[in-house]
């Protein structure tokens, strides 16, 4: 027997009793006839029971075989949302002065990524013309600008077993590049490894690697236009993961982090996100947001969905490594917030209980669990009350820029 008749059979008996408990009562399921994303997790958690009951092929009995299967199966689910919602990123156009191909400090091209940043010299621009570079970059200098010209791809480099981007100097601003497949020993190797003093991104695409950007006590972080997705590493690598300072984010899309990795923790004395959606869909993520150790805390005119196969059921997490601030404080206001994982949702777990200043304004929630929130917002125990589009489509609201098509 063919290995994939056992999937197809189990598929379809999976399907039968569903359909068999659907009709008798849909509420032992906890699910409403339209939730599609709950009546489709539910039909893999079957599916998998009865594969490991009646599958008489023993190599699919195994559990790691079974395990990677439905990996692909969530992967591919994934793809799927993910397209639904966002275009493919692109490049911008540059038109500044030396634009082409090759590596540039000014009019003079060098033949490596390790030469050029021996050369670069504080307050100059290093533009890095077409390609795919599996060579890192590591900037000593300050104020200068790495500037992507065309499709500027790192893919699977690293320095120092850290990242594929090292910046130890002042002031430095990054832009137009994509990075995947950074992958290191310690498991948590990042698109770029911030451990100087200040750092600006700029319409970036950081995306399949353990992690997108990890700053060691930066003093500012600004991140915008930029785009983020699927990174994480076994709960201890995540979206972005700031270790201090302050840092503001806005225009940007945090999507599907994995391995149940945050879309954003933070560790910094404020943390600022506007304009910008972050979003599980059906990744097995964490936190949407982890602010571990408090401070003040700003989320406004953004979308955040947590989504069905979210391994945990709070969106926001607020000072739960404790409060190391002295200044602390919550603010989300005019936001959409979709809380659809599966289980009990909760939208915001903030420590101690009742000792941080706490404001929730203006928002739209969607949330089939109820949640206790003082002050004026808008709750709906389901999409279809809100009038959303159905699962997996995100919103968008009017003052956020556009996805990237």
Same mark, same amino acid.
């Given at each position: 027997?063919?290995?994939?008749?056992?999937?197809?059979?189990?598929?379809? !008996?999976?399907?039968?009793?569903?359909?068999?408990? /659907?009709?008798?009562?849909?509420?032992?399921?906890?699910?409403?006839?339209?939730?599609?994303?709950?009546?489709?997790?539910?039909?893999?958690?079957?599916?998998?029971?009865?594969?490991?009951?009646?599958?008489?092929?023993?190599?699919?009995?195994?559990?790691?075989?079974?395990?990677?299967?439905?990996?692909?199966?969530?992967?591919?689910?994934?793809?799927?949302?993910?397209?639904?919602?966002? @275009?493919?990123?692109?490049?911008?156009?540059?038109?500044?002065?030396?634009?082409?191909?090759?590596?540039?400090?000014? #009019?003079?091209?060098?033949?490596?990524?390790?030469?050029?940043?021996?050369? !670069?010299?504080?307050?100059?621009?290093?533009?890095?013309?077409?390609?795919?570079?599996? #060579?890192? /970059?590591?900037?000593?200098?300050?104020?200068?600008?790495?500037?992507?010209?065309?499709? +500027?791809?790192?893919?699977?480099?690293?320095?120092?077993?850290?990242?594929?981007?090292?910046?130890?100097? %002042?002031?430095?601003?990054?832009?137009?590049?994509?990075?995947?497949?950074?992958?290191?020993?310690?498991?948590?190797?990042?698109?770029?490894?911030?451990?100087?003093?200040?750092?600006?991104?700029?319409?970036?695409?950081?995306?399949?690697?353990? *992690?997108?950007?990890?700053?060691?006590?930066?003093?500012?972080?600004?991140?915008?236009?930029?785009?983020?997705? %699927? !990174? @994480?590493?076994?709960?201890?690598?995540?979206?972005?993961?700031?270790?201090?300072?302050?840092?503001?984010?806005?225009?940007?899309?945090?999507?599907?982090?994995?391995?149940?990795?945050?879309?954003?923790?933070?560790?910094?004395?404020?943390?600022?996100?506007?304009?910008?959606?972050?979003?599980?869909?059906?990744?097995?993520?964490?936190?949407?947001?982890? +602010?571990?150790?408090?401070?003040?805390?700003?989320?406004?005119?953004?979308?955040?969905?947590?989504?069905?196969?979210?391994?945990?059921?709070?969106?926001?997490?607020?000072?739960?490594?404790?409060?190391?601030?002295?200044?602390?404080?919550?603010?989300?206001?005019?936001?959409?917030?979709? !809380?659809?994982?599966?289980?009990?949702?909760?939208?915001?777990?903030?420590?101690?209980?009742? *000792?941080?200043?706490?404001?929730?304004?203006?928002?739209?929630?969607?949330?089939?669990? #109820?949640?206790?929130?003082?002050?004026?917002?808008?709750?709906?125990?389901?999409?279809?009350?809100?009038?959303?589009? #159905?699962?997996?489509?995100?919103? +968008?609201?009017?003052?956020?820029?556009?996805?990237?098509?």
């Amino acid at each position: 027997m063919p290995n994939s008749e056992p999937i197809n059979f189990s598929k379809q !008996l999976a399907i039968c009793f569903l359909l068999c408990f /659907l009709t008798a009562s849909p509420l032992a399921f906890g699910i409403d006839l339209p939730d599609k994303s709950k009546i489709y997790s539910n039909l893999q958690k079957i599916e998998r029971k009865i594969i490991r009951v009646f599958n008489p092929n023993p190599v699919l009995e195994d559990e790691a075989s079974i395990q990677q299967q439905l990996d692909k199966d969530i992967q591919q689910q994934l793809d799927k949302d993910i397209a639904v919602n966002f @275009g493919l990123w692109q490049p911008l156009p540059i038109t500044y002065p030396g634009t082409g191909k090759g590596i540039k400090i000014g #009019e003079k091209t060098y033949p490596s990524l390790a030469v050029a940043s021996t050369a !670069l010299q504080d307050h100059q621009t290093l533009l890095i013309g077409e390609g795919v570079y599996t #060579e890192p /970059l590591v900037i000593n200098r300050n104020h200068v600008q790495i500037i992507g010209s065309g499709r +500027v791809v790192f893919d699977g480099a690293s320095a120092e077993g850290k990242a594929a981007i090292i910046t130890k100097g %002042k002031q430095i601003t990054i832009s137009n590049i994509e990075c995947k497949n950074i992958a290191v020993a310690d498991q948590n190797g990042a698109c770029i490894r911030s451990e100087g003093a200040g750092l600006t991104v700029e319409h970036v695409y950081f995306h399949d690697s353990e *992690q997108g950007i990890l700053s060691s006590n930066n003093q500012s972080l600004r991140i915008s236009d930029s785009r983020f997705e %699927k !990174l @994480g590493k076994n709960g201890r690598a995540h979206g972005i993961y700031i270790d201090g300072g302050e840092v503001l984010i806005d225009h940007s899309w945090f999507i599907a982090s994995k391995s149940e990795g945050h879309e954003i923790k933070s560790r910094a004395s404020k943390t600022v996100i506007k304009n910008c959606v972050i979003a599980s869909l059906s990744a097995v993520d964490s936190r949407l947001v982890d +602010v571990s150790n408090g401070g003040e805390l700003v989320i406004e005119n953004s979308v955040l969905e947590k989504g069905p196969q979210s391994a945990n059921a709070t969106a926001i997490g607020y000072g739960l490594e404790g409060i190391t601030h002295q200044q602390n404080a919550i603010i989300l206001e005019k936001n959409v917030v979709i !809380l659809e994982r599966d289980g009990h949702n909760v939208l915001l777990d903030a420590r101690p209980e009742g *000792q941080v200043p706490v404001k929730i304004v203006g928002n739209i929630i969607v949330s089939k669990d #109820e949640q206790v929130i003082d002050g004026l917002n808008w709750l709906f125990s389901s999409r279809q009350e809100a009038r959303m589009g #159905e699962y997996p489509q995100l919103p +968008v609201l009017e003052n956020q820029q556009k996805p990237l098509k």
